[in-house]
């Protein structure tokens, strides 16, 4: 039997008027947009040659491949994977010809013969792509005979002024999901122990939409971000099980595996109660002691106080795993005044906590862990 390999891609098109001239909006299978396209790397010509190009051509940054394969790469093969925004191509007229009574854009199935303008990481992102989970299609924006200048004018409104959703609202958001997941666990402890009256965090945790900076001192991202880190290893993938198995629970860390078992010291918890209770008491239970020696410092929100800001709440995070692995309970809630016996050993005062002796940031995290550490002997 002969093959015949496809010459050509037929994409239906929406054609799409606009100052900068026309352009077509299809969608094409992420496999064949893999082998159609290329990302110009922005590179740097010598001088001495080339004298009628530019010295700096190209209009793409330099592909991430850790993020490409890591985050992206992972991403697409989750039960509800999505990429709603187009993927921007560029392609000479040489190899794409619009039929405009068909609606067609009529592309030669070649390597490398469309330039991506916007989406390099998405498409390289689906090298990884499981292809027995069925077709995934992308849309795509493509310009035809574009100038360089015009596509690097596309390139930089694009990318200018591009910035990143706040971490607290993507921990927000989580609470409409009705599958189980880290991240609203992560959550729906945030809100819990923010409003709870006798709670340590009462009204400290800046939930999305609720912010008084009177007395809210820690941002729901950073609440959630250094619980999760005791929870999970790859969030994504927990989210993804729960999704695609919303009856069956995960297996439980092996204790045998004690480098698992000590960093994640909090999974068992989370993978056993779907409530979330006993997680949560433990923070509670913890973060009670932490108030019960340092009154002042973690309840006043004062400028040059950092127990109770971000400073202060990631060390003493770092140190619960220490604190609680200390007690040999795996899986258990340790208590109030167990937790209360490690502190009382810690000669901190209150005044101690300024940004002069830990200063915002990572290194005044380092500090005030390390800290705690040799004063408490763990």
């Excluded at 402890?189 to 900076?213: C, H, M, Q, T, V």
């Excluded at 999760?228 to 439980?252: G, P, S, V």
């Excluded at 209360?340 to 915002?360: A, G, H, M, T, W």
Aim: proline share 3%; aromatic share 10%.
């Amino acid at each position: 039997m002969e093959i015949i390999e496809k010459q050509y891609i037929d994409v239906k098109c929406i054609k799409a008027n606009q100052p900068i001239g026309p352009m077509f909006i299809g969608v094409i299978d992420s496999e064949d947009l893999e082998k159609i396209t290329y990302a110009d790397v922005r590179r740097l010509i010598d001088g001495s040659e080339n004298r009628e190009v530019e010295d700096y051509i190209g209009i793409q940054r330099k592909l991430d491949t850790k993020r490409a394969k890591n985050e992206i790469g992972k991403y697409v093969n989750l039960v509800d994977a999505t990429f709603p925004n187009s993927i921007i191509l560029a392609i000479s007229s040489e190899n794409a010809e619009y039929i405009e009574n068909e609606g067609v854009l009529r592309i030669l199935y070649k390597d490398d013969i469309a330039k991506v303008l916007d989406g390099q990481h998405r498409i390289a992102g689906f090298e990884y792509y499981n292809q027995t989970r069925g077709t995934f299609e992308l849309i795509v924006t493509i310009y035809v005979d574009m100038e360089l200048e015009d596509q690097a004018i596309v390139f930089a409104t694009i990318n200018k002024e591009q910035r990143n959703v706040s971490g607290s609202l993507v921990a927000d958001l989580f609470s409409f999901a009705e599958s189980r997941s880290p991240q609203k666990t992560g959550h729906n402890i945030a809100r819990a122990l923010n409003y709870k009256e006798g709670s340590p965090f009462y009204n400290k945790i800046k939930i999305l939409g609720n912010a008084d900076s009177t007395s809210e001192t820690i941002t729901q991202s950073t609440f959630v971000e250094s619980l999760l880190k005791y929870i999970t290893k790859d969030k994504q993938l927990d989210r993804d099980f729960y999704r695609r198995n919303k009856d069956k629970k995960h297996a439980k860390l092996d204790k045998t595996e004690s480098k698992d078992v000590q960093r994640l010291f909090l999974r068992n918890l989370f993978i056993e109660d779907d409530t979330d209770i006993k997680i949560a008491q433990v923070l509670w239970n913890y973060f009670w002691a932490v108030q019960q020696k340092w009154p002042n410092a973690w309840n006043e929100p004062a400028n040059n106080n950092i127990l109770n800001k971000s400073t202060g709440f990631i060390a003493l995070m770092r140190f619960l795993k220490p604190a609680y692995l200390s007690f040999h309970k795996p899986d258990q809630v340790i208590t109030k005044d167990e937790f209360k016996s490690i502190f009382d050993l810690i000669e901190l005062e209150e005044q101690d906590f300024n940004r002069q002796k830990y200063v915002p940031g990572g290194i005044g995290q380092s500090t005030l862990y390390n800290d705690l550490k040799s004063q408490s002997g763990l």
